[in-house]
């Protein structure tokens, strides 16, 4: 698999250098363009800070009385707007540059296809119990094929909750809380095996909002320490669940600095939910030239290393993890 690794490498940098950096040259004019509209809104937030500023101790020359609130919650607002018009502008660009060249790039890994906005498959965490509820998914990138003839799937995802809130008018007023956010990575297995397990971080609470699968006590004492295991088939969940797989499984999660990961074995599937507030697979910034090289190779090692875990989990080889 490593040679295969490089193969990738070497063939994504061959194909940005040589076929996607002339498409790129021609988004530098606008990303300048939207670069300086950027800029341009840091400045709104102080505008309005000084305006009001001035309006308030001229009118507290008058008056004697100087009101604070009326100088920085206009700020604040117009800096919090601002930054959203910034976030939707840059989000815009990043994802019209990655309509060109995404699908050239994604040549490099052989059978793999990228999209956005759209992943039906969103459930399968819900379906797994991995997550226990949520209203909405917001879907960013997505990655779909299959490597070394492993189907698999890579999506950006984040789920979130409806929050209703009731104010001293009796106004209904909704807020939006995140229930996860990071990387599902699905792998469909070259094993045989019936039961549903699961592993999630180490909770004081067992069980909690499990239909069927009941909590077992594995021998790894510092495994324990980090993670529970659910299963409805206990002895299964012994064979799969070795030392090798558990060492694994902790090192990926420092691999990818991740917040916390979680694993299911469901159905003929081998499902990760690798959670992380980073902004994966980005590129095109505002801020840098479009065609520089490390926002494309960084967005490169992010994939390549998610598909590694096929020979990191041997998902290719019919033997036990």
């Given at each position: 698999m490593e040679e295969q690794n490089n193969n990738y490498r070497n063939e994504f940098y061959k194909k940005f250098r040589t076929v996607c950096v002339p498409i790129l040259e021609g988004f530098e004019n606008?990303?300048?363009?939207?670069?300086?509209?950027?800029?341009?809104?840091?400045?709104?937030?102080?505008?309005?800070?000084l305006a009001m500023g001035y309006i308030e101790f001229s009118t507290t020359i008058a008056?004697?009385?100087?009101?604070?609130?009326?100088?920085?919650?206009?700020?604040?607002?117009?800096?919090?707007?601002?930054?959203?018009?910034?976030?939707?502008?840059?989000?815009?660009f990043e994802n019209k540059?990655?309509?060109?060249?995404?699908?050239?790039?994604?040549?490099?890994?052989?059978?793999?296809?990228?999209?956005?906005?759209e992943y039906p498959s969103h459930r399968i965490l819900k379906d797994a119990e991995l997550i226990n509820n949520y209203d909405k998914c917001r879907v960013d990138d997505v990655f779909t094929g299959s490597v070394k003839d492993v189907p698999l799937e890579i999506a950006e995802l984040k789920y979130v909750r409806i929050v209703r809130h009731t104010d001293s008018d009796g106004r209904t007023r909704t807020s939006?809380?995140?229930?996860?956010?990071?990387?599902?990575?699905?792998?469909?297995?070259?094993?045989?095996?019936?039961g549903h397990t699961i592993v999630k971080p180490d909770?004081?609470?067992?069980?909690?909002?499990?239909?069927?699968?009941?909590?077992?006590t594995?021998?790894?004492?510092?495994?324990?320490?980090?993670?529970?295991v659910f299963t409805d088939d206990e002895v299964e969940a012994r064979y799969l669940l070795t030392t090798t797989f558990?060492?694994?499984?902790?090192?990926?999660?420092?691999?990818?600095?991740?917040?916390n990961i979680s694993c299911a074995f469901y159905q003929d599937k081998l499902i990760l939910a690798i959670g992380t507030d980073r902004d994966l697979f980005s590129v095109a910034s505002l801020?840098?030239?479009v065609n520089d090289e490390k926002q494309f190779f960084t967005m490169f090692e992010e994939i390549n290393s998610l598909l590694y875990l096929i020979e990191h989990f041997k998902l290719d080889r019919k033997i036990g993890l």
């Open positions: 606008e990303r300048k363009i939207y670069f300086n509209i950027s800029i341009g809104l840091c400045f709104i937030p102080v505008l309005v800070l008056s004697g009385t100087l009101d604070l609130q009326k100088i920085f919650v206009p700020a604040i607002i117009s800096g919090a707007a601002a930054f959203g018009i910034y976030m939707i502008i840059s989000k815009y540059v990655k309509a060109k060249v995404m699908p050239v790039l994604c040549e490099c890994f052989g059978n793999l296809q990228w999209k956005q906005g939006e809380d995140t229930v996860w956010k990071g990387v599902l990575v699905q792998f469909k297995m070259n094993k045989n095996f019936s909770a004081l609470i067992k069980n909690l909002g499990f239909s069927r699968l009941k909590h077992t594995l021998e790894d004492v510092v495994f324990e320490k980090k993670f529970d558990m060492e694994r499984l902790t090192n990926i999660k420092t691999a990818f600095n991740a917040q801020f840098k030239p």
